[in-house]
């Protein structure tokens, strides 16, 4: 049975940093690709970061680059979230999800339908 936990949510300042984390297990992530999801009470669940192993590549939608940054340990089976410079609106739930599809050929920017495993989520919260 996959697993993912994901955990290092907190509150911190705006233009603070997080990191967070997605643990495994029952899997390889040379297998699948992991997507990195938020979503807001109220408010439609949005891809943020994507990284297959598949084909050594990670990607961001706009409203990340340049502040988030998705690497992974496929020894530890874990992939990790690097968030600097923190807006308010970064403020959600984070997620993090499997698929077997190669990053770029997924909806990791969307509403995440081809993703699975989902786990628990880690609160983040940006104060003004």
């Known amino acids: 049975e996959i697993r993912l936990v994901e955990s290092g949510g907190g509150l911190v300042q705006s233009g603070g940093s997080l990191r967070l984390f997605c643990a495994g297990s029952?899997?390889?992530?040379?297998?699948?690709?992991i997507g990195w999801f938020r979503q807001v009470p109220g408010k439609a669940r949005e891809g943020v970061l994507c990284?297959?192993?598949?084909?050594?590549?990670?990607h961001y939608v706009d409203s990340v680059k340049g502040r988030f940054t998705i690497s992974s340990d496929d020894a530890k089976v874990t992939v990790y979230l690097q968030m600097n410079n923190l807006k308010p609106e970064d403020t959600a739930v984070y997620y993090c999800?499997?698929?077997?599809?190669?990053?770029?050929?997924?909806?990791?920017?969307?509403?995440?339908?081809?993703?699975?495993?989902w786990g628990q989520g880690t609160q983040v919260n940006v104060s003004s």
């Open positions: 999800a499997t698929t077997p599809l190669l990053c770029r050929y997924s909806d990791y920017g969307s509403s995440g339908s081809d993703f699975s495993n």
């Open positions: 029952g899997l390889t992530f040379r297998d699948y690709a």
């Open positions: 990284i297959s192993s598949g084909d050594s590549s990670t």
